[in-house]
């Protein structure tokens, strides 16, 4: 008969013993599941369905040049933010600049003017008071007054003359100050450029575009709401979404616009939510889901979506009942957000297990690990 070294025997006998007394004491006492749990609990909740909806913006806009004019400088490029007044392009001012001090030499020469023409005029008043006064005396001529008369008519004529002259120079001027205030084509909104159009040494004409401006910060989602759950719906109304890649959002009803397509009997609405903005690659045209309610809310036995595990012929959920998970069956009824309804098999104040219960066993011990006093 083959002996067995020392070391090996010594270690067959151990195993022998330690198997002989009931195994290893963490698979003799076994451990307790961590899971967590929550609360079946009545809420108002109304029936949801989901929808496809999709990032858009409240403020885009192609950026024109106000003014006909050669490009100078382009000092942005796509991709970059601007803020809102900062100079996108400029136009080559020189010969705004000639007209400009034209314009405003102009209206000095009609300023001018306006001193002789009122000079004349109080000098032809003075003449006219003057034989005005002999009226009464031998002295009084009426044809030096007839003539002093129409003098002074035809000075206050030429001051009104030399003024619409300083009005037409100050318009003149004010258009010239104009067109170098808008060689400067500048962001009405802080946004991301999404296209350049022009180059230096263009000419343009009024009106063409410069620069095309996403305002990032006015990103909404607009989804299609079939026109019969359009009364379900209102301004301020609080909804879910969530994103391709599973992350929520917490979004509320902006508008409802009174828009109808007559091939499919939508309209669309349109959300807003902060995180939109917080989250990285946020774009224009990104796919998101929006559960809306179809109905007005109610109160309801809720459980978790997480709690259920199916099994045959339904589902079922743990109970956490004195330390230990007890399957029971249930019967639910309509989706309710990240609930559904139960209908049968459950009560108010009841714990689930809602993770870690696709390893359970009937009767396992299990531990707790947050969202509802253990049962």
Do not use: C
């Not at 909806?53 to 040049?65: D, H, K, L």
């Amino acid at each position: 008969m083959m002996r067995l070294p020392d070391p090996v025997r010594a270690f067959a006998i151990t195993a022998m013993l330690i198997f002989a007394a009931g195994g290893p004491p963490a698979l003799a006492q076994g451990r307790a599941a961590a899971v967590g749990v929550e609360t079946v609990e009545t809420r108002s909740i109304a029936e949801t369905i989901p929808l496809f909806a999709e990032v858009v913006t409240s403020r885009e806009g192609t950026i024109a040049s106000r003014i006909s004019g050669t490009i100078d400088r382009v000092l942005v490029l796509e991709g970059v933010l601007v803020a809102q007044g900062e100079v996108l392009a400029e136009l080559d001012t020189e010969l705004l600049s000639i007209l400009n001090r034209q314009a405003e030499a102009r209206r000095a020469e009609a300023s001018a003017g306006i001193a002789t023409a009122e000079a004349r005029t109080e000098r032809a008043l003075n003449a006219l008071n003057r034989i005005e006064g002999l009226r009464d005396t031998t002295s009084f001529s009426t044809s030096r007054f007839d003539e002093a008369q129409g003098n002074y008519f035809e000075a206050q004529g030429q001051l009104a003359e030399a003024e619409a002259r300083v009005q037409s120079a100050e318009a003149a001027l004010a258009e010239t100050r104009y067109q170098l205030e808008r060689a400067r084509i500048t962001a009405p909104f802080t946004g991301i450029v999404l296209d350049v159009h022009t180059n230096p040494g263009e000419f343009i004409s009024s009106g063409a575009p410069v620069v095309s401006l996403l305002d990032i910060s006015a990103f909404e989602v607009e989804a299609s709401v079939p026109a019969r759950y359009i009364s379900v719906l209102k301004t301020g109304l609080a909804v879910k979404g969530t994103t391709e890649t599973g992350e929520k959002l917490d979004m509320t009803v902006r508008v409802l616009l009174p828009v109808e397509d007559p091939s499919t009997r939508t309209r669309p609405v349109r959300f807003t939510s902060p995180r939109l903005l917080e989250m990285p690659g946020t774009a224009i045209g990104q796919s998101l889901t929006v559960s809306i309610p179809i109905s007005k809310p109610r109160d309801v036995l809720s459980v978790p979506k997480d709690a259920l595990v199916q099994a045959r012929g339904g589902w079922t959920v743990f109970v956490s009942e004195d330390g230990k998970a007890q399957p029971r069956m249930v019967q639910i009824g309509v989706a309710l957000g990240d609930r559904f309804e139960v209908l049968d098999g459950l009560a108010e104040g009841d714990v689930v297990v809602t993770r870690g219960n696709e390893r359970l066993r009937p009767g396992q011990d299990i531990a707790p690990m947050g969202g509802a006093d253990q049962g």
